[in-house]
């Protein structure tokens, strides 16, 4: 009986101390690095602002009823209007640019994507002072247009919503690009063969084929790239200036200028619990979660 024993708690070792080894400190690193995190903040979000700027520890509601304010209510309105002009404009280019990657030859295709990765290899704080040069009044975009006479005085993009969205829509190009890739790739292409020995047009066999096949990326892709629209500040304070405050710079603006660290974290916990809520549906919808890891 004893040997028994000891052979089925030799197996037990065996089966779960290498689990535990290899899970330990990835939980360890996701409880202090995340959820510690996250609490804290949530706590936040329920207190008091001091009268100096700090946080007082007095449990209060008045945090998420300021959020309802006409104020607030119409940068949530602007910031999810950008957010979803950014995520259809980076769907519509990055979706054919992404079908085209996936039938070139494999050589190809490794080309084409790293063209799409090499702009991560430079901050992206940097990246947006260059659209500043390019569209700002006497910038690169309106000498060229004013050179070939397509217009006759400079254009006002600097500072706008559209100056901003093509701040964004360059940023997060790459995160729709990749899961749209992945997607598209994976298609079984006797399905696409199927369908053309039907008689299936082209249009068609698009619209009916791949396309549906391919939602899981379209989905991924779009995550992607409106989360972050929402939470980006340092693309909106370049390129629209102080005309333009989305819910990023709300924030950022309410820990370091405000002082108002509660109303800050309240913010902060929408943009999280709208962020669980999107990935939630689109677990639910049958989404693989690798096309989003592979935006990464």
Known sequence: METVNKKLVNNF????????????PVTFWLLLFV????????????MEKGVYGGVEASFTLANY???????????????????AATTFLCLIIGYPFAYFISK???MTRVILLMLVI???????????????????????????????????E??????????????????????????????????DKSLLEAANDLGAKPKNSFL???LPLTKSGIFAGSILVFIPTL?????????????????????RNQFLTARNWPLGAALSMVLIVLTIVLVGVYSKTGGDMEDIGRGF
């Open 154 to 187: 400079p254009l006002k993009i600097m500072y706008t919503n559209i100056a901003v969205m093509i701040g964004m829509v360059y940023t997060l190009f790459p995160f729709m690009v990749l899961p749209l890739y992945s997607s598209i790739e994976k298609l």
């Open 231 to 251: 939470g980006y500040f340092f693309i909106p304070d370049l390129l629209g200036g102080s005309k333009i405050m989305l819910i990023g710079n709300l924030i």
């Open 208 to 210: 009916k084929v791949t």
């Open 13 to 24: 070792n065996k089966a779960i101390i290498p689990i535990i080894t290899m899970v330990g």
């Open 104 to 106: 070139r030859s494999p």
């Open 65 to 83: 009823k300021a959020l309802f304010d006409p104020l607030y209510l119409n940068i949530f309105l602007r910031s999810l209007i950008i957010a």
């Open 118 to 152: 090499v702009p991560f290899w430079t901050n992206s704080l940097i990246r947006t002072y260059g659209w500043i040069i390019i569209l700002r009044t006497e910038g690169l975009l309106n000498q060229v247009l004013m050179t070939f006479h397509i217009i006759n």
């Open 35 to 46: 959820l510690i995190p996250l609490i804290y903040v949530l706590g936040i979000s329920f």
